[in-house]
């Protein structure tokens, strides 16, 4: 077993990353964040607030301040996010290169699968509404390569299974139907249906799910 020490760092008013339900009390804590969540940070991570806490609580007058004059050139934001792990020095010169080449493999990404992902992410952290939002943004892209029937009816599948964790089982069997409309041999959609209507016996199906169901 290994002990990792953290410095102590005085924050006063520590930051709070409503998505993972926790709060940072320094720049070690914040780095662990950074490298083990890349589909969180990606994009809109390193904002005012996030620098106003480097500044103010952690105390790094430098970092701070290069962030700020990075954004402000339109800096690519995964920079950001890799001079934030060098600075604070927490993983070696060797994780943070890693971490680099995740960041550029989950670029190269189709967007549309990029945004799956980052919905997938939120529903594996139990963020159902955040996750919601992602997958119908997704209902909205045009047709190519990688946004066929098949994706689809996996996005109105993983819609349903928020909504059904949420409770809302008549709008999760509508997604689900939606997914079969899209995806009519995956037989996992059918098996959530009868989940449903076996948790919910007053659910409305429509008749041809009735026939075989019987």
Request: contains cysteine; glycine residues 4%; proline residues 4%.
């Amino acid at each position: 077993m290994s002990l990792l020490l953290c410095r102590m760092e005085p924050v006063a008013h520590p930051f709070e990353v409503p998505e993972l339900g926790v709060r940072l009390y320094s720049s070690q804590e914040l780095c662990y964040v950074i490298y083990e969540n890349p589909l969180l940070v990606m994009d809109d991570f390193v904002d005012e607030r996030l620098i106003q806490f480097i500044r103010q609580d952690l105390n790094m007058e430098f970092l701070a301040g290069k962030l700020e004059n990075w954004k402000k050139s339109g800096e690519n934001p995964d920079n950001l996010l890799l001079l934030i792990l060098s600075e604070c020095q927490y993983y070696t010169g060797a994780e943070v290169s890693r971490y680099r080449q995740t960041l550029i493999q989950l670029r190269k990404k189709h967007p549309a699968q990029l945004e799956k992902d980052r919905a997938d992410y939120f529903f594996e952290k139990k963020q159902y509404r955040r996750a919601i939002s992602h997958y119908e943004k997704l209902l909205d892209r045009k047709r190519d390569n990688v946004v066929d029937d098949r994706f689809l009816g996996r996005v109105w599948c993983c819609l349903g299974a928020c909504q059904d964790r949420l409770f809302q089982f008549e709008k999760a069997y509508k997604a689900y139907d939606r997914a079969g409309f899209y995806d009519s041999k995956n037989l996992e959609i059918l098996e959530r249906i009868y989940s449903l209507k076996a948790l919910y016996p007053q659910l409305p199906l429509n008749e041809r799910y009735q026939t075989l169901f019987k």
